[in-house]
Structures are given as structure tokens and as C-alpha cells.
């Protein structure tokens, strides 16, 4: 049964940073693609980042890129989320989501992840 599990959110004030962390099991976590999606109440859900099963490839939304950084450690099947400099309107659940066609090109929408996280809610201060 594969599972993943979000941790790390919480309420920061903006131009803070903080580190999302998701864990893996279940699966052989080289194997997928990982994925960041987020979703603000009333809004739809939304893609963050991604991350190739390598870890060479990076992909980001052009509304964190250069503030947010995704990493995984293959070691511990954890994905991770550096987001710096964090403003108001990053406030949403954050979710990990894991893509098993691994030697396709990175998915940015929800439909082409096969697994996903229960969400980590994080709020930033204005």
C-alpha cells in the first residue's frame, strides 16, 4: 500500500522560510516522479514543483520559482520543499504527489499523479 505523508507546515510570517517534508512508503521511491501541488480555499489545485526520479531535473511553477527548492533523498524516500521568502498568497495545503512514468516528461497537472498525499496546511502572515 503505498503511502505518503506531508509534514512541516505551519504559520510563518511573510519573508520567512520553512521546509516541507514527504515521506514515502510502499513504493520504490526512485521509481516516480515527485510532485508539490498546493490549493488555496476556493481555488483549484494548483502545481508547485517536481522533481524527475533521478533527482538530476528540477520543474517549478513561475510563481515560487527562484524562492522554492525541491530535493528528495533517495535514502530515506523523502521529498522535500525549501520555500523562501514566502508571501501571503502562498498560504494553501500543500501536497506531495508521487507520478510512476518515471521516463516521461515531468506531469504538471493533478490527472497524471497516480498517488498522493493527505496535505500540510501552511499560512503565512501578512
Known amino acids: 500500500q503505498v503511502q505518503l505523508k506531508e509534514s512541516g507546515g505551519r504559520l510563518v510570517q511573510a519573508g520567512g522560510s520553512l521546509r516541507l517534508s514527504c515521506t514515502a512508503s510502499g513504493l520504490i521511491f526512485t521509481g516516480y516522479i515527485m510532485g508539490w501541488f498546493r490549493q488555496a480555499p476556493g481555488k483549484e489545485r494548483q502545481f508547485v514543483g517536481a522533481i524527475s526520479g533521478s533527482g538530476g531535473s528540477t520543474y517549478y511553477a513561475d510563481s515560487v520559482k527562484g524562492r522554492f527548492t525541491i530535493s528528495r533523498d533517495d535514502v530515506k524516500d523523502t521529498l522535500y520543499l525549501q520555500m523562501n521568502s514566502l508571501k501571503p498568497e502562498d498560504t494553501a495545503v500543500y501536497y506531495c504527489?508521487?507520478?510512476?512514468?518515471?521516463?516521461?516528461?515531468?506531469?504538471?497537472?493533478?490527472?497524471?499523479?497516480?498517488?498522493w498525499g493527505q496535505g500540510t496546511q501552511v499560512t503565512v502572515s501578512s
Open positions: 504527489a508521487a507520478d510512476r512514468n518515471v521516463y516521461g516528461a515531468v506531469a504538471r497537472t493533478t490527472n497524471e499523479y497516480d498517488f
